[in-house]
Nanobody
Framework: QVQLVESGGGLVQAGGSLRLSCAAS????????MGWYRQAPGKLRELVAS???????NYADSVKGRFTISRDIAKNTVYLQMSSLKPDDTAVYYC?????????WGQGTQVTVSS
């Protein structure tokens, strides 16, 4: 059973930084891509950043230059380094692992940015 476990969320002031972690129960190379999504109250879940098994990255326009997705293959962990946080970044952040025929989600971690 594939499991993804997020951690690192919390309360931070605007302009601050947080690093989210997503630990996979197996090799992250078993996924074609992994990504971070977020969902704010009353809004649809949206892609924040993704990284393919080959290491290519993609970012939402709203976070470009502020967020960085990375991975530690030895630890089977994907990270989201978030800097210059804004109140609009407040949301539950989810990790997703995409395989050919299935997608796996973590339970989410709350990020709250105060103004």
């Amino acid at each position: 059973q594939v499991q993804l476990v997020e951690s690192g969320g919390g309360l931070v002031q605007a302009g601050g930084s947080l690093r989210l972690s997503c630990a996979a129960s197996g090799s992250i190379f078993s996924f074609n891509a992994m990504g971070w999504y977020r969902q704010a109250p009353g809004k649809l879940r949206e892609l924040v950043a993704s990284i393919t098994s080959g290491g290519s990255t993609n970012y939402a326009d709203s976070v470009k230059g502020r967020f960085t997705i990375s991975r530690d293959i030895a630890k089977n962990t994907v990270y989201l380094q978030m800097s210059s946080l804004k109140p609009d970044d407040t949301a539950v952040y989810y990790c997703k692992g995409q395989k050919v025929l299935a997608a796996y989600w973590g339970q989410g971690t709350q990020v709250t940015v105060s103004s």
